[in-house]
T-cell receptor, first 119, second 116 residues
Framework: GAVVSQHPSRVICKSGTSVKIECRSL??????MFWYRQFPKKSLMLMAT?????????EQGVEKDKFLINHASLTLSTLTVTSAHPEDSSFYIC???????????????FGPGTRLTVT | AQSVTQLDSHVSVSEGTPVLLRCNYS??????LFWYVQHPNKGLQLLLK??????LVKGINGFEAEFKKSETSFHLTKPSAHMSDAAEYFC??????????????FGSGTRLQVQP
């Protein structure tokens, strides 16, 4: 199946600094990627939809100026957490959408996630 | 709007006994339903999916799920649990014919513990 990677897998940063997380589709092109956030012992919550060559679509309550998303190529989307604070500490997961053969049918492949800790 | 309810946050079974993880969904349209598994410090892996074909869906690692429209359920089962099945399981819904085009809506997760 399709492989999605994320880098870094873990990052610790100081409060007030910015952190960039990369999501790559390794053996396929993805026009659409999704960014999710997972709190400890909680489910995944969609943050935004990243479309190659256009602005990301953010979910209600997600600050687009704080969580900057760039999808500059068909294999790479980045999430930058700007001016990070301890409450931004979380597990961030991306997924890439792939046509799965049927009419208008897609499948989503998930990256392994990035654990962000802000001190 | 669509939503998913996983009825048990934690399930514990003995190795070799059956597994049942319960999931109910709510959707205004015909849904596509998925089960994903997340092992500690690993990415989400698709176990199986229902996309309006056969109501009994077989997945990987011996898991299967049955779509019951009348009960709005999509419970995950396995005849015999293995130690390696211990993980977090998510029931997921996507609405519309363009399955997977939109982001997925995740249930709250069920942690499966397998006792030796």
């Amino acid at each position: 199946g399709a492989v999605v990677s994320q880098h870094p897998s873990r990052v610790i940063c100081k409060s007030g600094t910015s952190v960039k997380i990369e999501c790559r589709s390794l053996d396929f092109q993805a026009t659409t990627m999704f960014w999710y956030r997972q709190f400890p012992k909680k489910s995944l919550m969609l943050m935004a939809t990243s479309n190659e060559g256009s602005k990301a679509t953010y979910e209600q309550g997600v600050e687009k100026d704080k969580f900057l998303i760039n999808h500059a190529s068909l294999t790479l989307s980045t999430l930058t957490v700007t001016s990070a604070h301890p409450e931004d500490s979380s597990f961030y997961i991306c997924s890439a959408r792939v046509p799965s053969g049927g009419l208008l049918t897609y499948e989503q492949y998930f990256g392994p996630g990035t654990r962000l800790t802000v001190t | 709007a669509q939503s998913v309810t996983q009825l048990d946050s934690h399930v514990s079974v003995s190795e070799g006994t059956p597994v049942l993880l319960r999931c109910n969904y709510s959707s205004s349209y015909s849904p596509s339903l998925f089960w994903y598994v997340q092992h500690p410090n690993k990415g989400l892996q698709l176990l199986l999916k229902y996309t309006s074909a056969a109501t009994l869906v077989k997945g990987i690692n011996g898991f299967e799920a049955e779509f019951k429209k009348s009960e709005t359920s999509f419970h995950l089962t396995k005849p015999s649990a293995h130690m390696s099945d211990a993980a977090e399981y998510f029931c997921v819904v996507s609405v519309g014919m363009d399955t997977g085009r939109r982001a997925l809506t995740f249930g709250s997760g069920t942690r499966l513990q397998v006792q030796p």
